[in-house]
């Protein structure tokens, strides 16, 4: 049968390594957590760059999108025709005129035909004709941007779905490891309680004393009196 002393110090031991295993479950769901935030800070990170990767084509797309519809008619009043000037006035349209008008003539002057009034029909008509082609050509080209823009929308948005998901994921890690924690140290100081008390269960019965005993006792203190002769008790 062991001691008191052994009683009490194996209550003491088990206290301290209870504290010990609590500590170790703090420390353990600190690191878990603080590697979830970390996680979840380089997913954030990671889908900002992205972001800032697509944000040209996206910036391009929307302005490019406005245009087609306002050439088809679909934007503001006086939008349409804003669009058919801007491009009979481009550089690209009127080189172009320019360049085909003289094809013509020259044909015109070598066939001797210069005044004739087939030429006068192919200059009226190669102009429209050019534009229309230009125009055609400026509605395609806009679709191409139209088209990026959407595709790297897209991206951008299933980039943030795919770090959203696995924030989320991270996020409930952490917690995890929070509340594992919080329940590895209740169970070790519920664990040190009990070792307490069963340490000093075992003193007391070892003892033959009370853990209550001198509580409630009606026995008056002994009085002292401080004298020159030395401390006498009085009552």
């Known amino acids: 049968m062991p001691d008191p002393i052994t009683a009490l110090i ?26 979830a935030m970390a996680g979840v800070a380089e997913q ?31 934007g503001a009043t006086g939008a349409e025709q804003a669009q058919i000037e801007a491009v009979r006035r481009s550089p690209t349209f009127q080189a172009l005129l320019k360049s085909g ?13 210069l005044r004739g009034g087939n030429v006068q029909a192919a200059l009226a008509q190669f102009a429209p004709a050019l534009l229309a082609q230009e125009l055609e050509n400026r509605y395609t080209k806009l679709g191409g941007l139209t088209s990026l823009g959407q595709q790297s929308a897209a991206g951008v ?30 169970q070790a100081y519920g664990g040190a309680l009990s070792g307490l008390s069963s340490g000093l269960g075992q003193y007391y019965g070892l003892t033959g004393k009370s853990l209550f ?21 009085v009552l």
């Open 213 to 233: 005993s001198g509580l409630g006792s009606t026995t008056a203190a002994p009085v002292f009196d401080l004298t020159s002769s030395g401390m006498t008790q």
């Open 157 to 186: 948005g299933t980039a943030g779905s795919a770090a959203a998901g696995n924030i989320a994921t991270l996020l409930g890690e952490s917690g995890a490891a929070q509340a594992a924690g919080a329940l590895g140290q209740a």
């Open 101 to 113: 008008e003289e094809s013509i003539l020259s044909k015109a002057s070598a066939t001797g035909g």
């Open 44 to 74: 954030r990170r990671q889908f900002d760059e992205i972001r800032k990767l697509l944000q040209p084509y996206t910036e391009a797309g929307a302005p490019a999108l406005a245009a087609q519809q306002a050439m088809l008619g679909l």
């Open 10 to 35: 194996g209550g003491g031991a088990t206290l301290l390594g209870s504290s010990m295993q609590a500590g170790a479950a703090e420390e353990a769901a600190g690191a878990q957590s603080a590697a």
